[in-house]
């Protein structure tokens, strides 16, 4: 068997196979008993009958088409083996040439390759966010406004009130390929805060409610905003647009004292002084979380500006699935499914496919490269007793979930375990490779590995486990 390989730009190979004449000899000869086991032959018990009497009743061309197919099957896991090659998944048939000699030829997809460049010199400081009391001051402004008695106001909007109104908004100037429409007829309740308590996360934009005031029922508005460069919205960054906004009415808010007795109605708390504890320790929960989040995507993003990634075109399909099937649950825990959510948006399938689904599936499929690769570079390992904390934790939080009760229903114990472990050690070195890039990018001591490797186990690139190559090619050919 004669075997010549060439690289693809696409990170798979092209694998051109000849065969011996015996081999074509062998195979129709195994053919002719297959065919002779399943085909009703007169006078022949299944299997026995003679080739050249299945010959003359099937035909020449049946007995090699299945020859073929028998050989194909029996090649594939052979020129995997003698060629080393290591696939990512199942290759497929190109061609196959029924000339003398007989010559298959195989695409298959290689496993990714990552060159991670000089990581270890990118510098990050580490600079989590302090919760200011201005900050505690709003949220509990929030809380007094939950509870607040309205009653409604004959006059126009002024600080304090709460206003309900319809919103629709548009781009305006949309680029080529950009959807129109932000927001169609989206009810809010919006109360108008002071100045100085204006939430930097407010929808559509910071500072909308406060454009309110003046603002009487039955009135409609038109009001432009041109986002800022940091905004949250990167698509709108720079960006201008138009909400029209119908309002429909305007109430007085009477808040509740801050005092004891408030404290105690929204939870445990005994004063208000314990009330606002719990307030920032939570506010500086959210915000670490936040920027963990912020600072990690930007080391792996400077990472990936130095780095070489190969893939393979399935890859990047086999991810893309994995985003639409991430938006479908989301969308399915609102009561929508995404005909319906792409209906409403007035977007094509494909466009969304193209514009949203596929940078999303790069940057992810990047980054959890980027992520398997260091963990190898830094000899990172899942301790055994760590991980079986971190099973623990994973599979409380998903008891309950929709997700996991769905799961439980269509696949065995052993599998739902399986599934549950792969989550939870997915999580433990997610959380090895943030701690070991946050010494690197603050240019600090590296611990030398001193794990027992007795004790623990070294860890595996997930999707490799996942996903393990066929050893038979799909028959189906290329374009």
């Given amino acids: 068997m004669k075997i010549e390989t060439t690289p693809r730009d696409d ?64 090649t594939y896991p052979k020129v995997i083996e003698e060629a080393g090659i290591k696939p990512y998944g199942p290759g497929t048939l190109a061609d196959a040439e029924k000339t003398d000699p007989i010559t298959f030829t195989f695409i298959i997809p290689l496993e990714p390759k990552v060159e991670l460049g000089d990581y270890r010199s990118i510098r990050v400081p580490y600079e989590p966010p302090v919760v200011e009391e201005k900050e505690v001051d709003a949220f509990i402004q929030r809380l007094r406004n939950s509870y607040a008695t309205l009653t409604p106001a004959e006059r126009p909007a002024q600080e304090g009130d709460l206003v309900f109104v319809s919103v629709s908004g548009k781009r305006v100037n949309p680029a080529e390929g950009e959807n129109e429409t932000l927001a ?15 939430d930097e996360n407010e929808w559509p934009y910071p500072g909308f409610a406060r454009e309110l005031i003046g603002a009487e029922a039955g009135q409609e508005l038109t009001l432009r905003h041109t986002f800022e460069d940091d905004s949250p919205y990167e698509s709108l960054r720079g960006k201008e647009a138009e909400y029209t906004v119908k309002i429909d009415s305007v109430k007085a808010m009477e808040l509740p004292e801050l005092d004891a007795p408030f404290a105690q109605t929204v939870g445990e708390f005994e004063t208000v002084d314990a009330l606002r504890e719990s307030i920032r320790k939570s506010l500086e929960a959210t915000a670490k979380e936040d920027y963990d989040n912020e600072y990690f995507t930007k080391i792996l993003d400077q ?6 990634i190969q893939y393979p075109p399935q890859a990047l399909d086999n991810e893309e699935n994995q985003v639409i099937n991430s938006i479908e649950r989301d969308l399915a825990r609102q009561n929508l499914d995404l005909e319906t959510y792409l209906k409403i948006r007035k977007e094509d399938r494909e466009a969304f496919k193209e514009q949203e689904v596929r940078p999303a599936a790069v940057r992810r499929l990047e980054r959890s490269l980027l ?23 994973t599979m409380n939080e998903l008891q309950g979930t929709s997700d996991f009760n769905q799961m439980r229903k269509k696949v065995s ?38 794990n027992d490797h007795e004790h623990e186990h070294e860890v595996e690139d997930e999707k490799t486990t996942e996903k393990k190559p066929s050893e038979q090619p799909s028959t189906e050919q290329s374009e």
């Avoid at 015996?22 to 085909?39: C, N, P, V």
């Avoid at 007829?185 to 805060?193: A, C, K, T, Y």
């Avoid at 990472?303 to 070489?308: D, S, V």
């Fill in 11 to 74: 990170h798979q190979l092209k694998v051109v196979v000849e065969l011996e004449p015996e081999q074509l000899e062998r195979g129709k000869r195994q053919a002719a008993r297959k065919i002779a086991q399943e085909t009703k032959i007169p006078g022949f018990r299944p299997g026995k009958a003679p080739y050249e009497v299945v010959r003359r009743m099937v035909g020449e061309d049946t007995i090699q088409k299945e020859a073929l197919a028998l050989l194909v099957d029996e």
């Fill in 184 to 198: 169609e007829n989206r009810v809010l309740q919006v109360p108008i805060q002071p100045a100085d308590q204006v």
């Fill in 303 to 308: 990472i990936r500006e130095q780095a070489t």
């Fill in 371 to 393: 992520m398997d690769e260091i963990s190898l570079a830094e000899h990172l390992h899942l301790d055994e007793k760590e991980f079986a904390s971190v099973f623990s934790q």
């Fill in 413 to 450: 114990s052993d599998r739902l375990a399986n599934a549950v472990a792969m989550e939870a050690a997915s999580r433990l070195i997610n959380r090895q490779v943030f701690d070991r890039l946050k010494l690197i990018a603050n240019g600090e001591e590296i611990p030398e590995d001193t």
